[in-house]
């Protein structure tokens, strides 16, 4: 049998140039039950709105789902707040404030007084600046150490050799 008809429309449909009427042609004849082998291959394509719509079909019992679903209504409740709760974040922003303030007293107390205090202890001596990398414990013992090494007796205190 000649199916040149067929296969031009189907030409036609992969082009998209076919009109509704031609397309049921070819839902038509691919519906039946014996088709070509060559053409076989497009049978499940035009044969699926028959099969898909006997097998997706919504019960009878989806439409009072929905609507049970939608029409129950749910209690609004308002929620409360204490005043407690509404100042928290006020009272954290107070606590990292008060942190700050605290570290950066307890930073220039040891490191800005306590070296000009210990200097100026001295009777007649003004305040030199000081090395900010060495440490006065390392340098009172660098001297003594080497005074030792030397057998001088200081013939200034070590203290002030050091500050120096």
Same mark, same amino acid.
């Given at each position: 049998?000649?199916?040149?008809? /067929?296969?031009?429309?189907? +030409?036609?449909?992969?082009?998209? &140039? ?6 049921? %042609?070819?839902?038509? #004849? #691919?519906?039946?039950?014996?088709? =070509? ?19 997706? $079909? ?5 439409? +009072?789902?929905?609507?049970?679903? /939608? +029409? &129950? ?6 929620? $409360? /707040?204490?005043? =407690? !709760?509404?100042?928290?974040?006020? #009272?954290?922003?107070?606590? $990292?404030?008060? %942190? /700050? ?8 107390? =040891? ?6 205090? @210990? %200097? @100026?202890? #001295?009777?007649?001596?003004?305040? =030199? ?5 060495? @440490?006065?414990?390392?340098?009172? @013992? ?6 030792? !090494?030397?057998?001088? &007796? ?5 203290? +002030?050799?050091?500050?120096?």
């Amino acid at each position: 049998m000649d199916y040149k008809y /067929i296969q031009q429309l189907l +030409e036609r449909y992969w082009r998209c &140039e076919t009109t509704l009427n031609e397309e049921g %042609i070819l839902r038509a #004849f #691919f519906s039946q039950d014996e088709v =070509p082998a060559e053409l076989g291959r497009y049978k499940a394509l035009f044969c699926y709105e028959k099969c898909e719509k006997a097998t997706d $079909v919504l019960g009878d019992d989806f439409d +009072e789902k929905i609507r049970a679903m /939608i +029409e &129950e209504p749910k209690p609004v409740r308002a929620r $409360v /707040i204490t005043m =407690p !709760q509404r100042l928290r974040p006020l #009272f954290k922003a107070a606590a $990292v404030v008060a %942190i /700050i303030l605290t570290l950066s007293n307890a930073m220039q107390v =040891p490191f800005g007084q306590q070296n000009a205090d @210990s %200097i @100026s202890s #001295f009777d007649g001596y003004d305040k =030199p600046e000081l090395d900010k990398g060495t @440490s006065v414990a390392m340098g009172d @013992s660098a001297v003594v150490d080497t005074m030792k !090494q030397s057998m001088i &007796e200081p013939s200034v205190p070590i203290r +002030e050799a050091v500050v120096k």
